[in-house]
């Protein structure tokens, strides 16, 4: 009879364990596809900075299922090789979600591969405006070009700029953000007095900036990429007596960064950009998130580990409503709405084209004791992605 109880026994276990759902068995798989080598590895060290930090804060397990995060490196702009990377990882590392995304053309191939596979994709940086119709299952946390640079032309006409000159790379994000600003400018009923595309790679910006200075504009809009080149061209600026003071210089936030502020010490002073993160903006949950990240990483956060840091949220979010499931379905459908309190400021998934609306901020750099700073000096409030409600009236 002892031995018939223990078989009995034996065999309710099995049963029962073969009724326990799934998802309780096996870890819920993260493929982040970001560039941890070349010349944007610090971009994805401050975003998977900011994703560790979040687990760390937050657990490993959410509802019921341990996270598991696969890495892969995709060097840098190689769309074809971060699509062979998710298509690799969903294949044969069995992902739940694909992640990350510092450059727009990368995020484009990988949305193929989520649209194919039905997978739920978090694009936490890449900017173009349609990445989110590359597959039904994108869902984006960080920006796109035109809500801060269409909020930065409304702000300009309305503060003295009535004639601007745009100087922007020569390449995709370039085209965006001057096609942005021009927009709200005009419909201001600004003038604009000239352009010129910038060589992408290591241009000499001196006769740029003499070109602009000769026609005398209110306002320069500039876009450069990060690194070297915001404070080559604000030196330049200064040698030709451009003073941000007499003539506003303007941008996104990446030429005004730390790292660019620091290179370009006073000579940036005065500089006016429209953004939606920084590290000084004064909402306590923002010096929390600044306090946790500096013990951890002994550096300041910038946008790009605010984006990780939020992407993780919407993952531990949308997992919690759906009870761990992790198809693309119950996901995308979980994080349409959402709303939460960022570092950043308030923002919502909007809900029809599960892009983020968020606060623009526009600042102006000031000298705050001995430190360059991002003071804010205006808010634009819940600004969806502009492209998109355009070709919604379209439509209609």
Known sequence: MQKVAIGLCALAAAV???????????????????????QFADTAIQTDNGIKLYMKQHGDTVAGRKIEIIRKDVGGSAPDVAKRLAQEMVVRDGIDIIA???????????????????????????????????SPYIVRVSQTLGQNTEALGTWAYKNGVKRLYTMVSDYAPGHDSEEGILRTFKEAGGEVVG?????????????????????????????????????ALAKAMSERGLNPKHIKLMGQGEIADETA???????????????????????????????????????????FAAHGYDGMHLIYEALKQTGGKADGESLVNAAKGMSWESPRGPMTIDPETRDVIQTVYIRRVERVGSELVNVELERFENVKDPVKERMKKEKK
Do not use: C, W
Request: proline share 9%; aromatic share 12%.
């Open 16 to 38: 029962l364990g073969g009724m326990a759902p799934a998802s309780a068995e096996k870890p819920l798989k993260i493929g982040l596809i970001l560039p941890y080598s070349g």
């Open 100 to 134: 990350g995304f510092i450059l727009t053309p990368n995020a484009f191939a990988a949305g193929d591969v989520s649209a194919e596979a039905k997978k739920f994709m978090v694009v936490m940086t890449a900017t173009a405006p349609t990445i989110t119709m590359r």
């Open 195 to 231: 352009s010129v595309r910038l060589p992408l790679a290591n241009p000499d910006f001196s006769a740029f900036v003499q070109r602009a200075k000769d026609l005398n504009p209110d306002g320069i809009f500039v876009f450069v990429p990060g690194g070297a080149q915001p404070p």
């Open 261 to 303: 502020l620091r290179n370009m010490g006073d000579a940036a002073l005065g500089i006016i950009t429209g953004f939606h993160y920084d590290f000084n903006h004064t909402s306590q949950k923002n010096k929390d998130f600044v306090k946790a990240y500096f013990e951890e990483y002994k550096r300041n956060p910038n946008f």
